[in-house]
């Protein structure tokens, strides 16, 4: 359980260090205020068209009477916006590292060189279009697992009493490990990790993980919260990505931390 603490802890270095490093915050806030953009209007576009749409797909139901046909077409509809707004939590990050790779690149290279003992980063050595290939790539990846999660949590949240306690809590913590990987994933690309052992990292410390990406997955139900934590987000997952990895950390210029990894050995293909 004391990793909860740790993944919390460095959730909040990541917004003190952007705090620290104006300029930094500054860069990492465009990505994620386009992509609020672009999510805002589909979902306005998706509550105003939204009941047409389900209209449209249930053309047997046209002759039923009311209010049945009312209450069935009302309900698909509600279902319909209820998932959006969950794809919409677990794609943001996503999307938004996709528009803003070369932001995030650029911030998540800053807190390594940092914090680094010899104030160096590691580089990929990839042209940036390689990057973004494999980075849409991979968050497409993820995002097929998290859609997946998403319909069974959808469908396990209507059994009575497991879907009002344990669904929500199992689905925040579903969403929180998802989200670390996307934020992880930058600095973990720049190292060269695949994403199959940059998941089976993550597993090795999930309560580490959920520390970290549980307490975001609630801040992220706001979009515009989401917004302001990014770039803090970034910079604290590329602080936890340097532990996972084995690498040592130094802090404020003078505190050493050799991190010890309950996993054992770093991940292979590194």
Known sequence: MRDLGVGFRYLLKGQRWVARHGKQYGFGLVPGLIALVLYAAALV????????FVAWATPFADDWSSPWLGLFRGFLTAVLFALALLLSVLTFTAVTLLIG?????????KVDRD??????????????????????????????RAGV??????????????????????????????LTEELTAVAMQRRRVELRDRLALL???????????????????????????????????????????GEETVEDGDEELSP???????????
């Open 149 to 178: 999660w998403a319909v069974l949590l959808f469908g396990l949240g209507f059994i009575p009493v497991v879907g009002q306690t344990a669904v929500p809590v199992i689905g925040f913590l579903v969403t929180g490990f998802f």
């Open 115 to 144: 914090v680094s003992p010899d104030g160096t980063a590691p580089e990929s050595g990839l042209p940036l279009i390689r990057e973004l290939w494999i980075s849409a790539r991979d968050s497409l990846r993820i995002v097929v």
């Open 260 to 270: 010890q990894l309950s996993s054992g050995s770093p991940v292979p293909g590194r």
């Open 101 to 109: 790779q070369p932001f995030y690149e650029n911030l998540s290279e």
């Open 45 to 52: 576009a998706l509550a105003l068209w939204g009941e047409d």
């Open 203 to 245: 597993r090795s410390r999930k309560t580490l993980v959920w520390g970290f990406g549980t307490p975001l997955a609630v801040a992220f139900l706001v979009p515009f919260v989401a917004v302001f934590l990014m770039p803090g987000a970034v910079a604290g997952a590329t602080l936890m990505a340097r532990e996972l990895l």
